[in-house]
């Protein structure tokens, strides 16, 4: 067994037992990124960007769906559920190929990127699309698994927020010790509930000084626990948080209050901003819901808050490369020329 991924690295802090599987597509172990040019731009003191994009799947839902596959497989499950907005599909299809597990997923229809799609399919899921949102998907998933042997893994699963919280971990085993201020986006808010588990987790083993304050950012035509009451209906170019009613709503609330962070929310073009600013000034290609983190961010520099003296971790959650579409739709189109030195010259202002 190679010594790698998130449940060897972290057995002691997860809830493994002797029977539970150890394997790993190679999730976990994503990089930390200081961007000096984005700091000084933002005027914070240090910014650091966690690549989550970076994981097998091409987002965090791996952290968590290794974890919740293995005890799904200590538990002789053999078929795993969920709803998804695209990257828990994804994440759910490829560690079921890799352990013979059946993924049956439930997607909205018409909403979910086409890249996240694409790997559903190539993995081998079953795939049921819906007449309906994330929110219908996952009250008719819970319905299922709760009636038939079928395991679930949305972040309803608390393996997944098991496996999730080992991102704290691996930001302060790199920073030596906690930041400030974490940056996350919040969809259905398993992810923000995780990372503060670990953040409360290693101050409480001595292996940081302090927690950070959680600042997690919805968008605004899906910001349920800003507005404080469900959304309908919700609307984002942010696929990835496109949800109205947040499964872990009470515990994101919990780690905004606890943590002495907020909630609060970015429009869509706040968001295709940073994206933008993510790509042209960090090099980082992230999916639009990632870049709510930095969106958020930038509203509270332009609001005046004081930030130049505070470490900074952005999460950016996926990788951009699964929505071309959203990303490319207000491209300007480049040059197109014939094959020819002079006439690119020319193009280039050197002729
Ligand atoms: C799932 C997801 C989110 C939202 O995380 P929650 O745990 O649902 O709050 C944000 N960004 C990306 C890329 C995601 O895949």
């Not at 961007?35 to 965090?60: H, M, R, V, W």
């Not at 930038?298 to 971790?313: E, H, M, N, P, Y």
């Amino acid at each position: 067994m190679l010594k790698t991924g998130v449940l060897y690295r972290y057995k002691d802090f997860l809830p493994i037992t002797p029977q539970t599987p150890l394997f790993s597509l190679g999730e976990g172990d994503t990089p930390l990124v200081k961007c000096d040019q984005l700091a000084q731009e933002i005027g914070c003191g240090e910014l650091y960007l966690k690549l989550e994009g970076c994981n097998p799947t091409g987002s965090f839902k791996d952290r968590g769906m290794v974890v919740a596959v293995a005890k799904a497989l200590e538990e002789k499950s053999q078929a795993i559920m969920c709803a998804s907005t695209g990257n828990t599909s994804a994440s759910a299809a490829a560690y079921a190929a890799y352990c013979n597990l059946t993924a049956m997923i439930v997607v909205p229809e018409g909403k979910i990127a086409l890249g996240k799609l694409a790997q559903a399919i190539v993995y081998g899921a079953e795939i049921l699309t819906i007449e309906g949102n994330f929110d219908q998907a996952l009250q008719i998933v819970r319905e299922l698994t709760d009636k038939h042997p079928v395991t679930l893994v949305n972040s309803l699963n608390p393996h997944r927020i098991e496996g999730q919280k080992t991102a704290s971990f691996e930001i302060i085993d790199i920073l030596g010790d906690a930041p400030d201020y974490l940056f996350i986006p919040v969809g259905n808010a398993g992810n923000i509930t995780a990372y503060w588990k670990g953040f409360k987790e290693y101050y409480e083993l001595g292996k940081a000084s302090k927690r950070p304050e959680m600042m997690g950012f919805q968008a605004e035509g899906a910001a349920p626990i800003v507005h404080g009451h469900p959304i309908e209906k919700p609307e984002t170019v942010a696929t990835a948080i496109r949800i109205g009613n947040p499964a872990s709503w009470q515990q994101a609330s919990a780690a905004r209050d606890e943590s002495g962070g907020l909630i609060d929310m970015v429009s869509d073009a706040e968001i295709l901003a940073a994206q933008k600013l993510l790509a042209t000034r960090a090099g980082v290609f992230g999916e639009p819901a990632s870049a709510a983190s930095l969106a958020g961010l930038v509203k509270l520099s332009r609001q005046g808050w004081d930030l130049a003296k505070k470490t900074i971790v952005c999460v950016i959650t996926g990788t951009g490369l699964k929505d071309t579409d959203t990303a490319l739709k207000d491209a300007p189109p480049f040059l197109q020329l014939p094959a020819n030195v002079k006439e690119i010259e020319k193009a280039l202002g050197w002729g």
